[in-house]
């Protein structure tokens, strides 16, 4: 299951980074970002501050323009995981 994941989230690059381009708050605590594993309020601001300058191309463009930032595409691999094999109060990323 994670091999396909991971295949997956390559083939469609594109859609994950509009994901960071486009998430939004969920509520006045929490933004979609946050939902991802690893990241947290701080790369948040930073991931919103950088794609209000010119949204994000690629998982690299976010890698180079984000300062420590954890790799966003694992981030999604395993949200992704999380959302088919456990509970989520929230689905980013599955129906």
């Keep these: 299951l994670q091999e396909v994941i991971h295949n997956a989230v390559h083939e ?11 998430a939004t708050a969920i509520n006045k605590r929490t933004h979609q970002v946050e939902l991802l594993p690893g990241l947290g309020k701080k790369h948040m601001h930073e991931i919103i501050e950088k794609r209000q300058e010119k949204p994000f191309e690629s998982f690299e463009d976010m890698r ?20 088919l094999t456990e509970f989520e109060r929230h689905n980013l990323f599955v129906d």
């Excluded at 469609?12 to 486009?22: A, C, I, Q, S």
Aim: charged content about 40%; overall charge neutral.
């Design 64 to 83: 180079n323009r984000v300062s420590n930032l954890p790799n966003p595409e694992k981030a999604i691999e395993k949200r992704i995981f999380q959302e």
């Design 12 to 22: 469609r690059e594109k859609e994950f980074v509009d994901f960071f381009n486009n």
